[in-house]
Antibody, heavy 121, light 110 residues
Framework: EVQLVESGGGLEQPGRSLRLSCAAS????????MHWVRQAPGKGLEWVSG????????GYADSVKGRFTISRDNAKNSLYLQMNSLSAEDTAMYYC??????????????WGQGTLVTVSS | QSVLTQPPSVSEAPRQRVTISCSGR????????VNWYQQLPGKAPQLLIY???LLPSGVSDRFSGSKSGTSASLAISGLQSEDEADYYC???????????FGGGTKLTVL
């Protein structure tokens, strides 16, 4: 059974940084692309970033480009999202999402339960 | 403003059929597969339809998907109260080099 467990969320002040982690199990992690998708309170889904199986050419939404960095450690079956220069607009539930294939443009197959990030002074 | 356009809400009576539309452009729906996700209240989204019209294992065949040109639709037949949820369409956008979502449609079973 695929399990994706996010951690690292919490309350942070504007301008500060947070690092999210996602521990994956139940599948061969290094075979699949992974993504972060977020959902602001009461709002819809927004793709944040994706990374292919070998970490080549990660993609970012314009809203986070230059501030967020996605990475993965295939040896540790883990996905990360380094979030810098946080603003109130980054307040959201952040979901770790497994792709159905090795590259970014393939559909999202399984989702974690999410970790909540709140940016407020 | 979402790149893909969905109606904010739809409603229908139990045992009836409802459709949810998703409109895009050539760079996304017109050139790539559409996928649909169901988000039950308080839960994470889950895959409902992939590659326009395919059902993942375990998803009821009351759900179906279709696509024509730059628009796609999700149909739910034999509506049940447990179908009340938010539904999102998604597609890869070749111009943006991004995944794009619809704004979501809240389904109410009357």
């Amino acid at each position: 059974e695929v399990q994706l467990v996010e951690s690292g969320g919490g309350l942070e002040q504007p301008g500060r940084s947070l690092r999210l982690s996602c521990a994956a199990s139940g599948f061969t992690f290094h075979d699949y692309a992974m993504h972060w998708v977020r959902q602001a309170p009461g709002k819809g889904l927004e793709w944040v970033s994706g990374i292919s199986w070998n970490s080549g050419s990660p993609g970012y939404a314009d809203s986070v480009k230059g501030r967020f960095t996605i990475s993965r450690d295939n040896a540790k079956n883990s996905l990360y999202l380094q979030m810098n220069s946080l603003s109130a607009e980054d307040t959201a539930m952040y979901y770790c999402v497994k792709s159905m294939a090795a590259t970014i443009p393939e559909y999202f197959k399984e989702w974690g339960q999410g970790t909540l990030v709140t940016v407020s002074s | 403003q979402s790149v893909l356009t969905q109606p904010p809400s739809v409603s229908e009576a139990p045992r009836q059929r409802v459709t949810i539309s998703c409109s895009g452009r050539s760079s996304n729906i017109g050139n790539n597969a559409v996928n649909w996700y169901q988000q039950l209240p308080g839960k994470a989204p889950q895959l409902l339809i992939y590659y326009d019209d395919l059902l993942p294992s375990g998803v009821s065949d009351r759900f179906s998907g279709s696509k024509s040109g730059t628009s796609a639709s999700l149909a739910i037949s034999g509506l049940q109260s447990e179908d009340e949820a938010d539904y999102y369409c998604a597609a890869w956008d070749d111009s943006l080099n991004n995944w794009v979502f619809g704004g979501g449609t809240k389904l109410t079973v009357l």
